[in-house]
């Protein structure tokens, strides 16, 4: 991991220092699938999320000669995409969003091992509904630690909460899917949520 911020990093000094396209490119093909996903929790579609990710490099494009002394880019560049995100829903919908009324596979467009490929399409469905259940900056919370692998100080920074309230949202997280599904179902959860550690 400590390579991989590296590696952003010195795309972030070549954009900024020689006006790389290429390195806009790259950081575009690292973020873009999960920024899409996170996008998803604001936004009705995967157009509007689409929208709102090139948005979000556009920006970045536009202030590249400050983006490398950035402490921590992951969760800037989540930041920008979550309030692109509400301003884009706020100007096309005059609404607040709320997350529990748009669905969001968690497991769609994910990366699997053959051990997930086993587990059947009703057990993913009742996990999915058990996620969908869950208060939205629960939910949230969960899926930036589950789906995108962030810490919990880059989740706190995004969702600006404390580091205690996102271990409390994952905690509460994992209560209430252990309340709501089955043992089978919640091993299998467990299984998937702490391989990715």
């Not at 271990?167 to 467990?190: D, F, P, W, Y």
Request: proline share 3%.
């Amino acid at each position: 991991m400590e390579e991989n911020r590296e590696n952003i990093q010195n795309l972030l000094c070549e954009m900024a220092a020689a006006d790389s396209q290429r390195a806009l490119k790259s950081l575009y093909l690292i973020y873009f699938q999960r920024l899409m996903r996170f996008a998803m929790l604001y936004v009705s579609s995967s157009s509007e999320a689409e929208e709102v990710v090139s948005d979000t490099f556009l920006l970045l494009w536009e202030n590249r000669a400050t983006l490398p002394g950035m402490a921590n880019f992951n969760a800037y560049i989540y930041t920008v995409t979550r309030f692109r995100a509400i301003s884009y829903y706020r100007k096309q919908h005059a609404d607040f969003v709320s997350l529990d009324e748009l669905p969001n596979d968690l497991f769609y467009s994910t990366e699997t091992t053959p051990e997930e490929h086993l587990i059947s399409q009703e057990v993913i469905q009742r996990l999915n509904r058990a996620i969908e259940a869950l208060p939205p900056k629960c939910k949230m919370a969960f899926k930036l630690v589950r789906e995108d692998k962030l810490k919990y100080k880059e989740v706190a920074s995004i969702l600006e909460i404390s580091i205690k309230t996102v271990e409390n949202h994952l905690v509460n997280a994992v209560k209430k899917l252990r309340e709501t599904l089955s043992e089978e179902s919640l091993l299998i959860l467990l299984f998937l949520f702490f391989s990715n550690f």
